[in-house]
């Protein structure tokens, strides 16, 4: 058995509904997970976000599987980078690329302490056992070629989809939920 952590998005929430309707599969599949509240709201900074991660990953019996959605994807890669934790598979959906001088200027320099520096990529490689990018082509906030990027450098399996946008928004909850727990089940 695996613990799944789903790492939300900028001023995400898992009160938001995709969550919600995430969580309530997630407990009807009796699977173990958890969908912590990263703080912040508009102006988190990244030491706050590792801290929970790593104590979420710290309190798993289990193989973790990290799910970061936006931002958490970045918050997973620091992570990794920083506290050289294995865990047994990573998904990034909506990834944003390593390239943190451009990424930091992102919501007018909000979360720039996240880009302060590229993540070493070659480290992180080798601290999960599979890498899962998933990026729609119509992405309004990332540009596709984010998750392909990303993707490449880590050696990822790229699951691109057409018309999902962000993955995000409460009119698109439902069809969104079901994609993200389509996408842990087939990694677990």
Known sequence: MKKVIFIHGYTSSPKKTKYQL???KMQDLGIDYSIPQMPGGEY???KDWLEIIDGEVKSSKKMVVLVGHSLGTRAILLYLDKYNTKVDTVILISALN???KENRKRANGNFSDFFDYAVDIE???KLADKFIVVH???DEYLPYSQGEEIAGELG???LTYENFSHFSGEENAQRNASEFVKIVESAL
Do not use: C, E, M
């Open 22 to 24: 995430i969580a309530k």
């Open 44 to 46: 988190p900074h990244s």
């Open 98 to 100: 390593n390239n943190y």
């Open 123 to 125: 480290k992180v490689k």
């Open 136 to 138: 729609s082509k119509d």
């Open 156 to 158: 990822a399996k790229l």
